[in-house]
């Protein structure tokens, strides 16, 4: 409370708390204040998790509002509001149980939802769905994904403090691998480094998938240094982080060149031996189960870290 | 427990509760002296949930039943029940999903899950089906709603509880606008304002779907008057409530003529300035959004009661 | 802690619990002193769910994972959790939903949800789904069901709990009626009453619908006595337990030939006058609902009776 200023920094940073985390809907809305003061919370959560222990949200109910079904992200969410001692009510597959639900406005049905929760988590189907929820919500909202072209926060936070568990942000080097212009994480990832100093981004993808240019032309206004590749093992060797994506093979011509993507020993064997490798998942071909068993591999870390990530966000939200 | 029994009401209406509300499967069921104590109960829920507060049903569980969904309904009964400190189990669409609760008689799933839980709230897809399930079950049912014909009984407290809060029910004048034949609401409504004095009640509705026999001989008996109209304007000018339901285009011959019962800029002209506007959601085109900035809107309110009578109607049976 | 052994068995029995009870893949796993741990415990339970109580695992989480419905299981599953004072995470029908849960392996959802949840009660529509899920599995696994030819252990261990209940196991005589040869829940028993003494079992079903070979086997090389049978009415006034099942009419030549295998009015005249009649539930039309007034039906205690002995098994496997 009367805690000093010295640098003007923590005040500010609980005001912009207190200010923008009213709703979550995009990852670009998260300055590098929100996200230290985010990490730190996570931080805490695993620790509370860890020893078993619980918060004190015993009269906060959640609703998870998913208009199409994402199981593990739903049970994610579910279980980092239980964690926090708070309670949940939960709709997997809004649209194709409900007609009423189909029918209404999402505008109506977030305020008739807002009446019986604290907060609200939405998959919506449209991209933008998230947007119109948070502009109505008497009830906070988290965006748990619009659209394919739409936005996915938390899947770009969680990835982005599994990097910052273990690796300085500032002068990291990372490369994708996989579909880049349609993948939703690459593009939300990218977003968020970019607020981060001397970050290097290979973005590594068939000529024909490649990452697209509002994305390329963000990043030279932000001053971060990207390359363009299309053969994975030519760059794998530089990356402090390896993060793998799916490609599907129908939106490939060159099928037998799709095992330049991929990893397996090969390619275990050219990468940093401190390198962290990760995947959203699900997984197909793309990441090998050989790969399971390498040191490196924190893919299953990072779905679990979305727990404590998401467990962090409620209770700024919350707040 | 010795208090005074000086008029004999107290003590008659609690027995009337402990007596009558093991199960809530129709409006009719409630008694003047039943509903005021519901009502009193949901006033004080209110109180409870604005400070943030719960109840000590922690050690409760309330299964919900629904043979086809509903997922306003139920989330807003399972909000009901963690409001109160108890606990939840659920099945979204029992129909759908599982061919055993489809094979199985209502009665042998009621008397298994009624061995699971303390209180079954139960959405069953044929009329009746909430009664035969009171009638085989270990434990109190509530009835979500049954059929298309049949009952949705807490639908019409909530109604009728919205109505209380801000109006005597005594003298009410009240126009229903819509579907009157095949409307639920309005008709599970009309039999609950039947219990009170000096009750008017509009129907106005194209006359192929006016309020049918049934219900007006119900009104006759009881000295309820009402008027049949096809034209909102003539009669919106009298109502101290106006409930708007929906009209399925496909059900009306004359097409044109539907704006007659829609509520826009226009008709909040010719309503008294206390009016109060209800629908029971959701809407289509017969209630404008323009209409939600209108300080007689009140169906937003109207589906946040549903909370607080829900929760009411939950401490009533489990006691 | 510091309790005798003088006859070695309590700290035996305490090793095999926590050595073998970390997950429940099949009944087979399961030794007499298991079970006796096991019905102790759900004796126990029963007592604390008599008298409104609850349990300290507030901080723990269940996942209820069912890649196809079994409303009832998943129910019965979820309010032994809540009872226990748990939390729970659900998903009705993780196949239907949701694409990422169906290509993805078992194995990685295991991993993910793990890191979410405490204890994972899995139903895989393949064979040994959940044997797959507990070899990976950082938190306990409960089989509720895999596949056609699969097993439903906690299905077997409840069968067996109620006739604990109010019968010796030592000597039994119980009499199956029924499909034998893809009645899951007969095979599985059978397994289970092997290990007691001096047992004798009647298989009654149609010729072509007989018990196996492998399960007749494993009886003679336990020593348990049985008789192969084609009509009801010759054993059932043998047995001490009558244990009906579904028999589906379209797997039999003989549909007249049916009624021998259904329990009715002049059935149960024929029967002991302290059997016990059991059925897993659904039934359709071989356990007539005039069964249900008898004093020797206990199939809806059977259905509860699986609260008691889930909770047992959680409080075990959370240990």
């Known amino acids: 409370m009367t805690m000093g200023s010295d640098n003007g920094l923590r005040p500010v940073n609980g005001e912009i708390t ?27 959560m695993e620790r509370i998790v860890r020893r078993g222990g619980t918060l004190d949200y015993q009269n906060k109910i959640m609703a998870t509002l998913f208009y199409e079904p994402s199981t593990r992200t739903r049970l994610c969410f579910e279980s980092a509001m239980l964690r926090l001692g708070g309670r949940v009510i939960s709709t997997e597959h809004a649209r194709a149980f409900s007609s009423e639900m189909e029918d209404e406005q999402v505008e109506d049905s977030i305020r ?11 998959r919506h189907n449209e991209e933008g769905g998230a947007k119109r929820a948070a502009q109505v919500s008497p009830v906070p909202v988290i965006n748990a994904g619009d659209g394919n072209g739409g936005q996915h926060p938390t899947q770009a936070l969680l990835d982005l403090y ?13 490369a994708f691998l996989g579909e880049m212009d349609k993948g939703r994480t690459a593009r939300s990832l990218a977003y968020l480094l970019a607020k981060f100093d001397r970050v290097k981004i290979y973005f590594v993808s068939p000529p024909e998938l490649q990452m697209r240019g509002d994305i390329l032309d963000y990043l030279d206004r ?48 050219k990468m940093k031996k401190n390198a962290l490798i990760l995947h959203p998942l699900p997984r197909t071909v793309e990441l090998d189960k050989t790969v ?28």
């Open 112 to 122: 008739i939802i807002g009446g019986y929760s604290d907060v609200i988590v939405i």
């Open 222 to 269: 932000h001053g971060v240094r990207y390359e363009i590749e299309a053969d994975a093992s030519k760059v794998i060797g530089e990356a402090d982080v390896v993060y793998q994506t799916r490609i599907r093979p129908d939106r490939v011509s060159d099928q037998p060149g799709l095992k330049r993507y991929r990893i397996d020993s090969s390619v275990l064997a």
């Open 18 to 44: 207190r200010t923008h985390l009213r709703h979550v809907v995009e990852s670009q809305q998260f300055t590098v204040p929100l996200l230290m003061e985010l990490f730190d919370r996570s931080h805490e």
């Open 162 to 174: 599994t990097i910052y568990r273990e690796r300085s942000l500032e002068g990291l080097s990372i």
């Open 292 to 319: 399971d068993g390498d040191p490196r591999a924190r893919y299953f870390q990072q779905a679990r870290n979305g727990l404590f990530v998401r467990m962090a966000l409620l209770t700024m939200v919350l707040e």
